[in-house]
């Protein structure tokens, strides 16, 4: 086959949806949690250690999902730093005594069981797997 024949063959099956869609992620909380909303530069101040409560109060504790394209996408797509560059961030906090990385999950079921138990943690999933037993706080 040739290279012609390939890029025509993958452009026929994004066209009809065959190849995986991007992940959409999105920051949730629990439903019981007493944030509604936030800003890009509060998800943004939430990873990068710098916002540590809620404006309403209660300390903010940030989850991470652990390695996987939901992950990746919200490094790209939210938090505009790459895996190494986030955490280089992370350890210079933590060296410095000014914060700890967050919490990695290995699930988004994982995500929303922690999330249920304490309404001060927030995570990032999927906007596809958000129901009922979260809010979405920020969506890109």
Not at 50 to 79: C, N, S, T
Not at 83 to 111: C, D, I, M, Y
Request: hydrophobic share 45%.
């Amino acid at each position: 086959m040739t290279r012609m024949h390939r890029h025509l063959g993958s452009i026929i099956l994004c066209a009809i949806g065959v190849l995986p869609a991007q992940a959409e992620p999105v920051l949730v909380a629990g439903s019981k949690s007493p944030a509604v909303s936030f800003s890009r530069q509060q998800v943004l101040d939430i990873y990068y250690l710098r916002l540590k409560e809620f404006p309403g109060g209660g300390v903010i504790v940030p989850l991470m999902l652990g390695a996987g394209p939901v992950r990746q996408d919200f490094l790209d797509k939210v938090l505009n730093k790459s895996e190494a560059q986030l955490k280089s961030h992370w350890a210079r906090l933590n060296f410095t005594g000014k914060g700890v990385a967050p919490q990695q999950v290995a699930s988004a079921a994982e995500l929303k069981r922690l999330l249920a138990a304490n309404p001060h943690m927030v995570g990032y999933l999927d906007r596809a797997e958000a129901d009922a037993s979260v809010k979405i706080l920020y969506a890109p």
